[in-house]
């Protein structure tokens, strides 16, 4: 009966929440014809109406309203999630709701309200890391706006836009790992072609080395989460892992100094450390996007053709358990990568 209470209370503030949002958005169109609205953000809102015909006509994502209106929060963030796991284990806490499903956090539209959770989480044992998120998804079942806190730039504003509509395409209930993939190759191959389209193909080469530097960091902090996963499978004494793990951290931020002593281009995740390290902070990265290769094989498999792709992948979606679809997507990349060598076998010279 409490943790009913309790549910109603965090629904209500979604919902609060929620409509706080939608009340703040208006016509991008009204906006950009207004004489009184700023010229950089009729610029930017400009591009905004650009992407989103785009996302329909080039994409072929949902044509609706979502993302044709602008909404300024008055804040940095569009809620703020909370991850928790265990003093001894990387696996996060998991929270199911409902159309959502089960997944790995608990969104809050106060930072105030969020820290309060987590702060009750702490007092139970776990590791907790609290990070704002500049988006959310209501998977089509409202017209979410372009807000203020996804602006910054045209490529953050188009990596959202692209992967948010990707979530109303497709989304399985509780299978993060397979949504956030998917989502992420649509993000990824939008910008590619809306670069091209924009004449801009040069800087794709930018974004990309981007994203090689993500990898990159989260190959290293991936490297030290399975250390931690194998001492905590260890028979050693709490006090023991305590010291252990704590060792762990410490190298990995040593690591990542001696990284971006090499590589200045590196400092920009300093400020990820600027923060206590914790099995929650480790276990929030790189976490969703095991996926995207097999996704990106299985695109190359529809030839490009995204109308083919999606088609795909809600029949893949339809599996009924996420192994069978992580088995699915593995047989679009073995056949993809054998397609890749038959074509490099019968291009060798006779």
Not at 214 to 234: G, I, M, S, W
Not at 268 to 287: C, D, G, I, Q
């Amino acid at each position: 009966m409490l943790n009913g209470c309790a549910n109603l209370g965090y629904y209500a503030q979604a919902v609060n929440g929620h409509m706080d949002v939608m009340r703040r958005a208006q016509p991008i169109s009204g906006l950009i014809d207004n004489p009184g609205v700023d010229p950089d953000l009729k610029r930017i809102l400009s591009q905004a109406a650009a992407m989103r015909k785009f996302a329909s006509e080039a994409l072929e994502l949902p044509d609706n309203q979502s993302y044709t209106r602008y909404a300024d929060l008055k804040r940095p963030y569009a809620v703020w999630n909370v991850v928790a796991a265990p003093e001894f284990s990387i696996r996060l806490k998991r929270w199911c709701f409902v159309k959502a499903g089960c997944v790995s956090y608990r969104g809050f539209f106060s930072q105030a309200r969020a820290e309060r959770y987590a702060d009750r989480l702490r007092a139970k044992g776990y590791d907790v890391h609290v990070g704002g998120v500049p988006a959310y998804s209501t998977l089509g079942w409202f017209s979410d706006p372009v807000l203020n806190t996804f602006i910054h730039s045209e490529l953050e504003l188009a990596r959202l836009i692209f992967h948010e509509l990707a979530h109303q395409v497709v989304y399985v209930p509780g299978d993060t790992v397979f949504n956030e993939s998917f989502a992420t190759l649509v993000e990824q191959e939008g910008i590619r072609r809306w670069l091209t389209h924009k004449g801009k193909s040069e800087q794709y080469a930018a974004y990309h080395a981007r994203r090689e530097m993500q990898t990159t960091f989260n190959t290293l902090v991936l490297a030290h989460r399975k250390r931690l996963k194998a001492l905590f499978e260890t028979d050693i004494s709490d006090a023991g892992k305590r010291a252990a793990k704590a060792y762990v951290f410490n190298d990995l931020h040593a690591q990542f100094t001696l990284l971006a002593s090499a590589r200045p281009e590196f400092g920009r995740y300093e400020r990820w450390f600027a923060k206590p390290l914790n099995n929650a902070r480790l276990a929030t990265v790189s976490v969703y996007t095991q996926l995207l290769p097999a996704f990106r094989a299985l695109l190359a498999l529809q030839d490009g053709d995204m109308a083919r792709f999606y088609a795909a992948v809600r029949v893949i979606g339809e599996l009924p358990s996420a192994a069978e679809r992580a088995d699915a997507l593995q047989m679009a990349l073995d056949k993809s990568r054998h397609n890749a060598l038959a074509g490099m076998i019968t291009q060798q010279p006779q």
